[in-house]
T-cell receptor, first 113, second 114 residues
Framework: TQLLEQSPQFLSIQEGENLTVYCNSS?????LQWYRQEPGEGPVLLVT?????EVKKLKRLTFQFGDARKDSSLHITAAQPGDTGLYLC?????????????FGTGTLLAVQP | ETGVTQTPRHLVMGMTNKKSLKCEQH?????MYWYKQSAKKPLELMFV???????ENNSVPSRFSPECPNSSHLFLHLHTLQPEDSALYLC?????????????FGPGTRLTVT
């Protein structure tokens, strides 16, 4: 069974601080996606990484795919209250007739003003 | 309307009721998905449709019955549900299910079974 463990599960920080969220698995994925979900809404896709070692930046967010394509990290610089939400990683793999996503356990981030 | 829409946003139903959830995607995608999101559990894939054909059923109980009349619409028919079925039900779509992994989600239907 493929599992994606995220750490930490909960994080409460002050505005302006930096943070890193980790997404780890023993399985190899063909891609890794990060989503942010706000209360009462569905997950919103932030980024997709597909190459081992790949780094992508989205304003203050930096995403990295591990060299072995088993893990990923999300680093936020100078967090803002608008970054508050549930961050989900999802590993993509080819399973039968369809591509599938395995979702991580989630990291709930609260940024206090 | 843009993206993926879902109705209703909230639903309360008794265990003997029959109700349906609706999803519509305006992205021109060919694949649609139903997920269940429960507290403290990762998103669980329920069903996958590709070009209106069901290609994945993740051992979902028969009290959940999906329907995909065309590539833009997806329904989830509910009957004789249990309280443990209370959850956020999310619909998603992707360009097609055989290439790429990017899925785009709707806002979800918050279902409470009493």
């Amino acid at each position: 069974t493929q599992l994606l463990e995220q750490s930490p599960q909960f994080l409460s920080i002050q505005e302006g601080e930096n943070l890193t969220v980790y997404c780890n698995s023993s399985s190899v994925f063909s891609s890794l996606q990060w989503y942010r979900q706000e209360p009462g809404e569905g997950p919103v896709l932030l980024v997709t990484v597909v190459t081992g070692g790949e780094v992508k930046k989205l304003k203050r967010l930096t995403f990295q795919f591990g060299d072995a394509r088993k893990d990923s990290s999300l680093h936020i610089t100078a967090a803002q209250p608008g970054d508050t939400g549930l961050y989900l990683c999802a590993g993509g793999y080819y399973g039968g007739a369809t591509n599938k996503l395995i979702f991580g356990t989630g990291t709930l981030l609260a940024v206090q003003p | 309307e843009t993206g993926v829409t879902q109705t209703p946003r909230h639903l309360v139903m008794g265990m003997t009721n029959k109700k349906s959830l609706k999803c519509e995607q305006h992205l021109g995608h060919n694949a649609m998905y139903w997920y269940k999101q429960s507290a403290k559990k990762p998103l669980e894939l329920m069903f996958v449709y590709s070009l209106e054909e069901r290609v994945e059923n993740n051992s979902v109980p028969s009290r959940f019955s999906p329907e995909c009349p065309n590539s833009s619409h997806l329904f989830l028919h509910l009957h004789t549900l249990q309280p443990e079925d209370s959850a956020l039900y999310l619909c998603a779509s992707s360009q097609d299910p055989t290439s790429g992994h990017e899925q785009y989600f709707g806002p979800g239907t918050r279902l409470t079974v009493t």
